[in-house]
């Protein structure tokens, strides 16, 4: 995992660059800046997991960097060390109030720092993967609701701003309480399992998201796709439900498991409640008229 986490060392010494770089390679990827400008450029373009900050820069100091990066939401949350010549117990405390994770005293120890650049994009790996873990449904393993939540009131807003598609399906499988029922919970757990997965491989837009939204119900969000696109999205994953041939005799549908879906693509003006409700809405028409079966929200 190492080897993916890429560390920025800002220095306006060349030799301490040089230095620094060639103990990280091995391990890390590493971004060079030899001043506080270039440090902020190559921190917003490149995102690091970690930055080895100079505090004495010529044309902006290490502390003023700082503060601009925890001002920037890009760059808020990146891990920064500095390491400087400034060993005066005052400089440590100055830089660990702005926000550094740690502070180095030139002249550096290669272990100390190579030890203290482990720890901290240790740290930064759990913090991803705590962060990961609360957005993701435990069972099926998509996105959970919180999750759809965060991302559809982003994606809505984008698209009201650009002008640009915006389409929403809701999944609902067929007589899956009859499933559980007849085949125990463990299989119906499969099945749900099994369902997450092939809605997951069915959507591949670059912002498209499949989500558990509660129970066996499934919420697949595709940003930039007009109604056309997101149907044929939601017909071909139908198509692939049907070949996973899961039994499913207590089903008044029929003897495969089935699944309903109601879709909807963003009108001009429309808000985020109202365009998930107008999902809601086909999906309890597609139940209603017999289930198995796609209900998209026809073009005004």
């Known amino acids: 995992m190492n080897a993916l986490q890429k560390v920025l060392v800002a220095d306006d010494d060349a030799i301490n660059r040089g230095v620094l770089a060639e103990l990280l390679k091995p391990e890390y990827t590493v971004l060079l800046a030899k001043d506080g400008t270039q440090a902020l450029e190559r921190a917003t373009r490149h995102l690091p997991d970690l930055i080895l900050l100079d505090v004495l820069m010529p044309d902006m100091d290490g502390f003023e960097v700082l503060r601009r990066l925890r001002d920037d939401p890009r760059t808020a949350d990146i891990a920064v060390i500095f390491v400087s010549g400034l060993g005066r117990p005052e400089d440590e405390a100055q830089g660990l109030k702005l926000g550094a994770s740690d502070y180095i005293a030139k002249p550096f120890n290669a272990t100390v720092v190579m030890a203290r650049v482990a720890l901290h994009?240790?740290?930064?790996?759990?913090?991803?993967?705590?962060?990961?873990?609360?957005?993701?449904?435990?069972?099926?393993?998509?996105?959970?609701?919180?999750?759809?939540?965060?991302?559809?009131?982003?994606?809505?807003?984008?698209?009201?701003?650009?002008?640009?598609?915006?389409?929403?399906?809701?999944?609902?499988?067929?007589?899956?309480?009859?499933?559980?029922?007849?085949?125990?919970h463990p299989a119906g757990d499969r099945a749900l399992r099994a369902v997450a997965r092939t809605a997951a491989a069915s959507v591949r837009g670059p912002g498209d998201?499949?989500?558990?939204?509660?129970?066996?119900?499934?919420?697949?969000?595709?940003?930039?796709?007009?109604?056309?696109?997101?149907?044929?999205?939601?017909?071909?994953?139908?198509?692939?439900?049907?070949?996973?041939?899961?039994?499913?005799?207590?089903?008044?549908?029929?003897?495969?498991?089935?699944?309903?879906?109601?879709?909807?693509?963003?009108?001009?003006?429309?808000?985020?409640?109202a365009l998930f409700a107008a999902a809601d809405a086909h999906l309890y028409h597609a139940k209603q008229a017999g289930r198995d079966r796609v209900v998209w929200r026809a073009a005004p």
Not at 153 to 161: N, Q
Not at 260 to 269: E, F
């Open 121 to 184: 994009l240790q740290m930064v790996r759990q913090r991803r993967m705590l962060e990961r873990l609360a957005h993701v449904d435990g069972l099926t393993e998509l996105a959970n609701r919180r999750r759809f939540d965060e991302t559809f009131e982003a994606e809505h807003a984008l698209a009201r701003r650009r002008g640009t598609p915006l389409s929403l399906a809701l999944l609902d499988i067929d007589a899956f309480k009859q499933y559980n029922d007849h085949y125990g």
């Open 209 to 273: 998201l499949a989500a558990r939204y509660g129970g066996e119900e499934l919420v697949l969000l595709m940003p930039g796709a007009d109604a056309a696109t997101a149907g044929a999205v939601v017909d071909q994953l139908r198509d692939a439900l049907g070949r996973l041939a899961i039994d499913h005799v207590a089903s008044p549908v029929g003897p495969l498991l089935t699944a309903s879906v109601g879709g909807a693509t963003l009108l001009p003006g429309e808000d985020a409640a």
